[in-house]
């Protein structure tokens, strides 16, 4: 599995942006898809996954502004990012896992695409 990220770019707070994650190698339909970031000198940190029934989570600070959605016909997956804020600002990966369960570690999940940056600027 490939993963190819997508979007992203500089805007000003309070602007919006989208990361999109287009998979190939197989198909992704039943399995998690997911948003990480990663700001200089910290952790990746989960954001937002979505499983193949379009039931999704998302981290508490991105409640109300992110949403993320999936296409399984054309194996992506989009993370829609409003009223962004200076500390959205990271390196944005989106990640795969084969199982059926939305996971918030980096750790479980297999695949990961090149990371997609976002700064927010105040």
């Known amino acids: 599995v490939q993963l190819q990220a997508s979007g992203g770019g500089s805007v000003q707070a309070g602007a919006s942006l989208s990361v999109s994650c287009s998979a190939s190698?197989?198909?992704?339909?039943?399995?998690?898809l997911a948003w990480f970031r990663q700001a200089p000198g910290k952790e990746r940190d989960f954001v937002a996954a979505i499983d193949g029934n379009g039931i999704s989570a998302l981290t508490p600070s991105v409640q109300g502004r992110f949403t993320i959605s999936r296409d399984n016909a054309k194996n992506t997956a989009t993370l829609q990012m409003n009223s962004l804020k200076p500390e959205d600002t990271a390196a944005y990966y989106c990640?795969?896992?084969?199982?059926?369960?939305?996971?918030?570690?980096?750790?479980?999940?297999?695949?990961w695409g090149q990371g997609t940056q976002v700064t927010v600027s105040s």
């Open positions: 990640a795969a896992d084969l199982s059926r369960t939305i996971h918030f570690k980096s750790g479980e999940y297999h695949y």
């Open positions: 190698g197989r198909a992704l339909s039943g399995s998690v």
